[in-house]
Structure formats: structure tokens, C-alpha cells
């Protein structure tokens, strides 16, 4: 076991299965103490505590700056578990459950009285799933209590895929980071709301809207994009957290949307404008794009081809942006369809602005 501590927060990376049991154990014990740490998911690193310990529950608020009406995502082990604390769930929530857990999907249902109002934000539902990596279901087995988790960043920063990330926003502030290596699907969640019918999609993430219709065989109310959900009659309200300015590099980044290749040239004239400036210019582009333009640091994405490989790269490389200490971002906008949806909603949240390629 590589078992360091970083100003009081033990770093448990474990090697072997009896490693792997005494760090369970160690990160179980700090949990049920009403203790916070921070833990792999399949998405992005967790920021745990008891669900049902309102004072635990509290400490994320305070650690990571965050507002406190935004709702924690429940991580529980198994729809068993998720039936304890929800009720009035339709067909179609369990359908979901049979189909995409364990894995990055999150449903909202009524919760029951138990779970308490501070894990809510106050709101009478509840946010749960079952998340895919060993480490994070044997961490719930072990502690045996569910897990209140928002993203294990400070407020506002980019979501973190790697220990070394949690590390940077909250060295000696949690009790342990379970070291998991990096996260594999790399941005939040998807969230879905069971609050009206037809169910609405709250926040775009690795199961992509596509996945969601083709199980549930209708049309679900896109609540992620200006103008969802119109043409229905009863709207739920949007996940509290989605109001905020989120997953932000200190450097403004300015995100060039439009058709492609026609935004290539809005790219180029962008960072070159920026270049002409004396600017430290960094260019976040899709491996078809990688040779438009010279700047001081590119990092390629992706293939737009493959936009789970950009989803999988995206907030380490928004993080990297702040370790360089550039003056400005200029990424390249993706297609909106299956998880580039994903990808955008992060992209749009980050920018400081946001320009459209004219035709
Ligand atoms: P995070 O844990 O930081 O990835 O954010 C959790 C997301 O789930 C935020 O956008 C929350 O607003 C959303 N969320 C959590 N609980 C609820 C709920 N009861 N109703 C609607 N959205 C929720
Ligand atoms: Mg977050």
C-alpha cells in the first residue's frame, strides 16, 4: 500500500486485496465518524459522507465552498438499497436501474423521510445511483451506510478524474482520498428526473439521451437545452446545481460553436488576434484540427469522432490550464449528439464566452 498523508489527509493507494481491505476499512471507519473522503467513481472522483448524518453531510457544504441549495447525489450499492430511500417510483425509474446500473446515470424520485433535508438541499426528492467502480460499491458495503457525494473539487473547479486532483482543492481538509487511478468515463453523471412525466432530463453525462429513449421506448423532456420542455404541460424543477458557473479555469475560455470545418476559421483568427496580443495562448482541439494553428500549448481532446475520449480528457485538461498559468483558452466546439451532449454542457459551463461560427 502507498499510504502517504498530505497535510493530515491520508492518501490510501492499495496494491493488493489485503490492501485493499485495510484501506476499506481505514476510509469506513472515517465515514462513520461523520468524516469526509474523497473517492474513485467510474465518472469523476466522490466527496463522501454518511447520507443519513445531517453534521457530516454539512462538512461537504463547508469543504467545498458549495452553495447550500444545491442537492448531493446518493450513492447507494444496489436498487435495494435506493428503494430504502426513495418511494412513488414508476416502471420506468426500475427500468433504468435494470439497464444502466451500476454506471453513470442518477434518477430523482419523492425521497422518504429519513434522508435528511441538508443531503437535499431542503428539496423533497432525492438524487441516487449506483456508481460502477469496485473501490466506490465496496466503500458503501463497508462503511454499510449510504453516501452523500458531489464531486470532490472546490466549488466551481473543474471535476476531479485523478487523486492528485482532489488533492490540489482539498489537501487537509477530508480525512482520506482513496487512491482508484484516473476515472474512466471522466465527466458527471447523467441525472434524470422522475418528477414529471414524462421524465426529464436534468444534466447531460455518460449515459447519453439516446441510450435513455431507446430503454424507455418515449420521448424524454430535454431540460439541458433553451426553450426544453415547451410543449409539456408539467415541468419538474431543473437540478438546482445546474444554475451555477461551473468546471472554470482561471483563464477565460472562449469556445468557437459552429459547423464543421467551418469553424476552423473562427479558431484561427481567434488565437491568432490573441497571439497578436503577446498572449499565452492555449488551443483545446479535436485531433482533426490539431495542425490549423501554432500556439504555445495545444492539447487535442479528441477525435470528434469519439467524444467519450474528449469526455475522458476534458477537466484533466482544464485543470492543466491553471498548473500552466496561460492567459487564454480557445476550444473547439463538438457535435451535440450521444456524449458530445455531455462534453458541451462542461464546455459552455467553463466559457467566459461563447462564439458562433456565422456561415
Ligand atoms: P454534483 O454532485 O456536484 O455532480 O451535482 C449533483 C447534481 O445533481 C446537481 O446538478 C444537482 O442540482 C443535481 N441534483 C441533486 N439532487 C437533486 C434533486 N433532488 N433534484 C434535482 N436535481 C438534483
Ligand atoms: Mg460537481
Redesign the pocket.
Known sequence: MIWASFNGTAVLKPLNPEDEERALLFAAEILKKGGLVAFPTET?Y?LAADALNPAAVENIYKVKR?PPD????IHVAGVEQAVGLVKDIPPEAFLLAENFWPGPL?I?LP?KKLVPDIT??G?S???IRVPKHPLAIKLIRTADVPLA???ANLSGRP?PTTAEHVLEDLAGQIGAVLDGGRCSVGV??T?I?F?SSPPAL??PGGVTLEMLESVLKLKVLDLTVEGGGKTYKRI???????KYRHYAPRAPLYLVVGDYPLLKKQLVALAEGFLMQGRKVALLLSRESEGICQAPVLRVLGSRKKPRQVAERLFSVLREMDLLEVDVIVAEGFDEKGMGKAVMNRLRKAAAAIIKTEK
Open positions: 469523476v466522490g458549495r444545491n442537492p448531493l447525489i442518477t430523482v425521497k437535499t438541499a428539496l426528492s432525492a438524487a457525494a458531489p464531486s471535476s458527471e453523471s441525472v428526473s418528477l436534468l444534466r419538474p424543477p431543473p437540478a438546482p446545481g445546474m
